[in-house]
Structures are given as C-alpha cells and as structure tokens.
C-alpha cells in the first residue's frame, strides 16, 4: 500500500501552492496492522492557511476539538484471537498511542475499546467486520462510509485479504456519567 500526503496553502502573498507532496512511511500498530498518519491539527486553523515544515503528529487520537486523519491497514485475520495486550507494536506508534489524553475504554483481551471521538472512516480496500459493544456486527466493505460516534467497538478481519480504511478522527468531549 501506497499512502501520499499532498497538502495545499495559501501564502499571505495569496499565491496557491502545495506546501506537501510525499510518500507516508507506515508504522507497526501491532498484530501486523500499518498507520499511516496523514495529517491532523489540535484545533481547525484558520484560512488563509500555509503549513510549513514536516508534520509529525504528537498523538494517534485528538484531544478535544483537534483531528486527525489517518489511514491504517488491517492484514487478513487482524484482531482475531490472543490477548491484543501482547502484540508487538512500532516503538514511536506505541508512544503516540499512549499520549491519548481523551479518555475512552479499552479492554486488551477482546479487543473491544472506545475513545473520546467521533471517526468517520472510509472503506478502500478489502472488508472488515465491526463489532459493537452489544455484540452485533456489520461488514464493512470498499464505499461504505462509518460514522463511530464513540462507541464500544473491535475490529476484526475475517476477509481474504488485508482491509484498509481511511479515518478522520475528531475530539469530542465525552459527557460524565
């Protein structure tokens, strides 16, 4: 799989340009899954906008009111079987993902966990089955479009081969229980 970030800017001289042209290398997010951090911001910017520099994403989920865009691929029989606590990850992706500062659940040996946001996720490639918290399940499969509203859920692909999804992930406070 192949991921580019192509990125667009408008300078204060009002020229219109690409600030970003370049090839994502994946990250291991463990059981053999690859993270490509797209692109993402703490809080939406304002237009005119012209990033500059490199970007190197601080954490794999938002805090409030930031996003992140994301394209992960999940390989054939991902998130099947065996305590997701003991699988291997990238050094750097495992300290993204442990600087969520958003809350949610998460419960290692079912793999079923929420967070603090709502994805929209974009189906490429492959199928992957969803499950949610009740236990029902949907197969998710290239042109469906998912709308995660922070709910309990895992991840399973039970397909012929390796699913990969596209996800915007907003930061949304959670309300107290």
Excluded at 43 to 52: I, K
């Amino acid at each position: 799989m192949r991921v580019r970030r192509v990125v667009t800017g408008q300078t204060s001289a009002d020229e219109h340009i690409f600030t970003h042209v370049e090839e994502i290398a994946p990250m291991e997010m463990g059981g053999g899954a690859q993270w490509y951090p797209v692109w993402g911001w703490e809080q939406m910017p304002g237009l005119p906008f012209c990033p500059e520099g490199s970007y190197q994403p601080d954490s794999v989920f938002p805090r409030p009111g930031g996003t992140r865009i994301n394209t992960v691929t999940f390989p054939v029989g991902f998130g099947a079987g065996g305590p997701l606590s003991s699988i291997p990850k990238n050094p750097e992706y495992a300290k993204l993902a442990s600087a969520v500062v958003s809350g949610g659940e998460h419960d290692y040996e079912t793999g079923m966990h929420s967070t603090d946001s709502v994805d929209l996720g974009f189906v490429f490639s492959g199928e992957m089955t969803l499950i949610q918290g009740d236990g029902t399940e949907q197969i998710l499969r290239p042109g469906d479009v998912l709308i995660q509203n922070g709910a309990m859920h895992a991840w399973r692909n039970r397909g012929a081969e390796p699913c990969t999804i596209c996800f915007v992930v907003m930061g949304v406070p959670r309300a107290a229980s």
